[in-house]
Each structure stands twice: as C-alpha cells, then as structure tokens.
T-cell receptor, first 113, second 116 residues
C-alpha cells in the first residue's frame, strides 16, 4: 500500500540486532501492527502498539513509535535464523473510509548463519 | 483451535472459468476480510464484511464477488477468471472493525491461484 512504506530487504548476521523501519501517513491511526510471514504461510501477528505509546517491549521485540514523524520500527534482538521471513507493518486508517488495516509492502529479513 | 481455514490451498484455472474460494473462522469474530498478495505490493483489500449480513468493497474489488454466508463463513468468487487475478489470496477475521479499539486481524494460510 502506498500509504505505508517499508524498505524491501534487510540482511543481518545471526546474533545481531535487526531493525525494520516503516513510515505511515494517517496521523489518526490508533493502532499499528507488525506481522510476520514465513514462506508458504499466512500472516502471524507479532506485536502492536497503541498510538499514545512511544515504545513497547515484548521479549526480543521492541517497537518504537515516533508519532511526529509517523515512523514505526521493529527491533529484533539476538536475531536467529528462524526470524528469516517477511515483516509487514500495518495501520488502521480511520480517515480513509476503508475501515480495515492498510499494509506496507513488507520487508524481507534474511539472517545469515 | 483451527483459527482461519481457507480452501483450497492451490488452484489452477483457465481464463474464463469461475471459482469460489472458501474461508471459515472459529473464533466467533464479527468481521472478515479478503486480501490479495502480489509481489512487491503487500496486501490489498478486495472486500470485507463488518458483520454477518453486510459486505463492502475494498481497494481492488473489480472482478470479484463475496458472500457472507453466516458468521463463520466468507466466500470469494471469481465469475470469469483473468490472468491478472493470479495471486495469493488471504482471508482474515477480527473481533470487529478496528476503528478506535485494538482489533488485530488473524489470517488463514492462503490460497495460491494461477490463471492460465
């Protein structure tokens, strides 16, 4: 979706941290989500953040939200080969009338052993 | 707990053929969605159903029809398949439409559809 932008590809070494970035356009979005898609599978909800929060941590995952710049990031600590997948950010766009989530194009994370 | 189940998982059609993709959820969710996923374009919403008995167009509805058969089931129909409809189709559900509240969507594993 053109309203939510992500870089296409990220490569890291096993054990390093990964940071996946996302920018969005709808300032009225209330919840922002990160999904993970493994090959041949559907999207799995990883985590979410409410728009009045700056940060949320969930085990190895840290979500940072800069509402002023409309920038969302997902940090994966101690990245493992099992983290290799496509990661999508998504927002609920209240003002567009779509009334459903709008997804970015996805960032393919490749973890090198 | 199966979550969201889609059938079939794979299908090959000839141009002009019709087909219905099935989706069922067992989470008692009110809202259901159909997306298509194409390389480099993320997920695009085709149709959604806010609640049983209602359906609405999404971003790319042309060439598709939907039926919300009951609370559990939401089907997607291609009346006359075209090569441009070759894609991976995902069904999703959520407790209700995510307006002001946290309503993450839960996805099925997808149907891979090829139109020759």
């Amino acid at each position: 979706g053109e309203d939510v932008e992500q870089s296409l590809f990220l490569s890291v070494r096993e054990g390093d941290s990964s940071v996946i970035n996302c920018t969005y356009t709808d300032s009225s979005s209330t919840y922002l989500y990160w999904y993970k898609q493994e090959p041949g599978a559907g999207l799995q909800l990883l985590t979410y953040i409410f728009s009045n929060m700056d940060m949320k941590q969930d085990q190895r995952l840290t979500v940072l939200l800069n509402k002023k710049d409309k920038h969302l990031s997902l940090r994966i600590a101690d990245t493992q080969t099992g983290d290799s997948a496509i990661y999508f950010c998504a927002e609920n766009q209240r003002d567009t009338g779509r009334r459903a989530l709008t997804f970015g194009s996805g960032t393919r994370l490749q973890v090198q052993p | 707990n199966a979550g969201v189940t889609q059938t079939p998982k794979f299908q090959v059609l000839k141009t002009g053929q019709s087909m219905t993709l099935q989706c069922a959820q067992d989470m008692n969710h009110n809202s259901m969605y159909w997306y298509r996923q194409d390389p480099g374009m993320g997920l695009r919403l085709i149709y959604y159903s806010a609640s049983e008995g209602t359906t609405d167009k999404g971003e790319v509805p042309n060439g598709y029809n939907v039926s919300r058969l009951n609370k559990r089931e939401f089907s997607l129909r291609l009346e006359s398949a075209a090569p441009s409809q070759t894609s991976v189709y995902f069904c999703a559900s959520s407790e209700s439409l995510g307006d002001r509240s946290n309503q993450p969507q839960h996805f099925g594993d997808g149907t891979r559809l090829s139109i020759l």
